[in-house]
């Protein structure tokens, strides 16, 4: 996290110098851009439309853009979208598309015919984290607990997601078994149409743990009705933090559900160095934070190169991972 601290700072600076010159911005935070269009892949709702609508808020809000507008363009696992920028390109200098990990697992399974590579990025801007979670009356307590039940028998352990085997919440459960020695292919999972009914398969007993979210799994927790068994962070996350990570637990198990957003290709240098300082210096904002909060996320800010080596770093694991599964 200082890492990432020090990079807004630096892009701040710079934002500050190269916008000084061209009278675009000025230190004090006034108007940085007039507008931004937003392109969401997906329906209102959602958590694309969320980060979306809240980054947009908070540009507004706290001065830097003047309006944001909004588009819902869904269809194709987002590649209606995608497709949609990269033939509109001559047109969408003013465009951001907000996207997340969907768009590596999608790509490698052929389910989009584009991959990032196809499009100018800007930068992750947030994440959130994965838990395993249990019933706060489960007799599985910890993560030691539910290894113990597995290794003796391996059925016993069923973990379900909101998503088909081979989505994101299968993946990630198969990241946290690897990391804690075992095969990820042995475990029982079963995937449902979407976290709410994930959610009853557990409170039914259907399923002894689900992988979630952690941003919606802290709200459960809060409420009494889970109990977290770890987290998929390097360390405690503040939001939450009697949580603990995998990596504490001495299980090497971390993933991020990264936001972010992409331009079309072809976007000039200067342009893509203004809307990084731009998302830099919302992300040092009170209005910000606001929403940060509200959406339950974490801030992970990669711009350009540095969101170039996350997201090939990301293929990388998931596309063994699900070449060990059998998904590729």
Do not use: C
């Not at 009170?286 to 996350?310: K, S, Y």
Request: hydrophobic content about 45%; charged content about 15%.
């Amino acid at each position: 996290m200082n890492t990432y601290g020090w990079t807004r700072r630096a892009l701040i600076a710079a934002a500050t110098a190269s916008f000084a010159m061209t009278g675009m911005a000025k230190a004090d935070g006034h108007q940085m851009m007039e507008s931004v269009h937003f392109l969401i892949p997906g329906g209102a709702g959602g958590g694309w439309d969320g980060t979306a609508r809240g980054t947009g808020e908070a540009l507004m809000n706290s001065g830097l853009v003047g309006n944001a507008t909004y588009e819902n363009l869904s269809g194709g696992g987002g590649g209606v979208a995608i497709a949609s920028l990269i033939e509109n390109a001559a047109s969408s200098e003013g465009t951001l598309m907000v996207n997340s990990t969907p768009i590596v697992i999608r790509a490698l399974t052929g389910e989009i015919s584009q991959s990032f590579r196809d499009l100018t990025l800007v930068a992750g801007t947030v994440g959130d984290y994965a838990a395993l979670v249990v019933l706060a009356d489960s007799p599985i307590t910890s993560m030691d607990d539910a290894l113990a039940i597995y290794r003796k028998d391996p059925n016993a352990l069923t973990i379900g997601g909101g998503s088909v085997p081979g989505g994101m919440d299968h993946l990630v459960a198969a990241i946290i078994m690897q990391g804690a020695g075992e095969d990820p292919t042995a475990f029982n999972y079963v995937g449902y149409d979407a976290g709410g009914e994930a959610m009853a398969g557990l409170l039914s007993g259907e399923i002894k743990a689900l992988s979630t979210g952690f941003s919606e799994a802290i709200a459960l927790a809060e409420q009494g009705e889970i109990r977290i068994l770890g987290v998929t962070a390097p360390e405690r996350v503040p939001a939450y933090d009697s949580a603990p990570s995998f990596v504490e637990q001495g299980i090497d198990a971390q993933f991020v559900n990264w936001r972010g957003f992409f331009a079309a290709p072809g976007l000039p240098g200067e342009k893509l160095t203004a809307y990084q300082d731009l998302l830099a210096a919302m992300m040092e904002t009170p209005e910000w934070e606001v929403m940060r909060a509200r959406m339950g996320l974490v801030n992970i800010f990669r711009p350009g190169d540095e969101f170039a080596t996350f997201l090939e770093a990301q293929e990388k694991q998931l596309g063994d991972l699900m070449r060990e599964l059998g998904f590729m």
